[in-house]
């Protein structure tokens, strides 16, 4: 299993945007299309935000994008509000899911 | 509306087998795979593995020797069994279904393992 990198945290005022990236390899992140991103809120179950790189399940804001670039999937958040306040994972699936260490995003 | 409920032993002897279960309420039971996922006092999360309901199951290479993860598709549960824990086990466990597109679309409420003496 490749491991895949992420900053540990970001922060925005309200009404900014801010990005996360997370690098893994050419032969995950890369390779497929299989990357999701996760929120997760103090004491609480992480959520799914994006699956496909960039897609949205229903109910998930849509200032919430993806975007894939070579070995290095992006988060960002538009328009940022408090309660995106939150850990931020993301994690490939290539016969196994591996996650990334989390990233804190703070608003300030 | 889908819905994980899970239960299990929230206090384990090292050495012991540490068991949990997760039920399924609402929505498809056998268009999924069912999942075991993880995450340490440090918040790494890992997953453990997965199940069809026919009992086709996927395990992370690192835990397979210790992980087990079976269905019952008549309760529409699956569960797992995790043997010989050390404090190291200490974790978060949670269930979640994996979509067709290899994401965790629904999570359980997530269960605190201790594995102390």
């Known amino acids: 299993q490749s491991a895949l990198t992420q900053p540990r945290s970001v922060s925005g005022s309200p009404g900014q945007s801010v990005t996360i990236s997370c690098t893994g390899t050419s032969s995950d992140v890369g390779y497929y299309n299989y990357v999701s991103w996760y929120q997760q809120h103090p004491g609480k179950a992480p959520k799914l935000i994006l699956y496909d790189v960039s897609k949205r399940p229903s109910g998930v804001p849509d200032r919430f994008s993806g975007s894939k670039s070579g070995n290095t999937a992006s988060l960002t958040i538009s328009g940022l509000q408090p309660e995106d306040e939150a850990d931020y994972y993301c994690c490939s699936y290539v016969r196994s899911y591996v996650f990334e260490t989390e990233t804190k995003v703070s608003v300030l | 509306q889908v819905q994980l409920q899970q239960w299990g032993a929230g206090l384990l002897k090292p050495s012991e087998t540490l068991s949990l279960t997760c039920a399924v309420y609402?929505?498809?039971?056998?268009?999924?795979?069912w999942n075991w996922i993880r995450q340490s006092p440090g918040k790494k999360l890992e997953w453990l593995g997965e199940?069809?309901?026919?009992?086709?199951?996927n395990y992370n290479p690192s835990l397979r020797s210790r992980v087990t993860i079976s269905v019952d598709t008549s309760e529409r549960q699956f569960s797992l069994r995790l043997s010989s824990v050390t404090a190291a086990d200490t974790a978060v466990y949670y269930c979640?279904?994996?979509?067709?597109?290899?994401?965790?679309?629904?999570w359980g409420q997530g269960t605190m393992v201790t594995v102390s003496s």
């Open positions: 199940i069809n309901h026919s009992g086709g199951a």
């Open positions: 979640a279904r994996g979509s067709m597109w290899l994401a965790l679309d629904m």
């Open positions: 609402g929505g498809s039971f056998s268009d999924y795979y």
